[in-house]
């Protein structure tokens, strides 16, 4: 079986009235290889009339976002003209590439209405060749993200990057990843082969699960080493897994702010282009 190295549990890091825990980067972890940076919000209930997600107009460069929203909903809108409300159950895939400027937040019908809010954010690295790539968005719906079954219908696969089970996903990735979002009811089991060259991202959204004979609750993020290729799954609670895996890069990385490059210069650069309107006309 692949072989624990640290168990790492997300810090409490609220974003105006958002609730927010992120256990990547920490004091004690940096980053997995190609993974970069989660942020974990809520669970939260808004009531009506509330602000909504505080993500106004930013940009990006070098860099790709996922995000999953478990409750709740989202509204996406960036300067390449894409533009969409995803709801529960569905993931947004956005590639900054050479940059642009988007906005996350939520749609007018949940700000007037309120509600239950659970989103997360994952921010993947993207190679040195692909940095300055066209910047993409697709935004799915839950019925439009490939699914599967496993352990006598107690586990509920959503197939997001590569393939597994024969299920390929509903995104091509820049780069080689596989990720899955994992749902399973209390007493499910699943055993998944891993490369042992690849780095495993691992993060338990709600429950607690049986990791490789080690328990370990939500919020947190288990780091592998990269030795053994078997992972062993037991859900000790209804519970929601974040699974990813991919070849590391290997690169230097320097990131600061929305920008994620291999250099202090490309950083700079980054900065000069943004100021200059190099990332796109935004309307508001």
Known sequence: MRKIKKIHSAEYRPIADL????????????????FLFLNHHGFQTYPPHNNGLPFGP??????ETVTFIVEGDIMHKDSSGHESVIG????????????????????????????????LQLWLNLPASKKMMTPNYIGLQKDEIPAFELDERKIQVQQLFGEWNGVKGAFEGTFPITMSTVYLQEGAE???????????????????????????????????????SALNIKAMEDSILILGHALPFNEP???QGPFVMNTQEQIYEAYQDYQEGKFGNWKG
């Open 19 to 34: 609730i927010t825990y992120s256990p990547l980067p920490t004091r004690s972890l940096q980053m997995i290889d190609p």
């Open 58 to 63: 930013h940009p990006h460069r070098g860099m």
């Open 88 to 119: 529960p159950g569905g993931v947004q895939y956005m590639t900054a590439g050479k940059g642009l400027i988007h906005a996350e937040v939520s749609s007018s019908e949940f700000k007037k209405e309120g509600g239950d809010l659970e989103i």
């Open 190 to 228: 699943f055993t998944k082969e891993i490369p042992e060259d690849e780095n495993i991202f691992f993060y338990i959204v709600r429950g607690k699960l049986d990791v490789n004979d080690t328990h370990v609750a939500f919020r947190n993020l288990v780091e592998f080493q990269n030795s053994g």
């Open 253 to 255: 990385v320097v990131a």
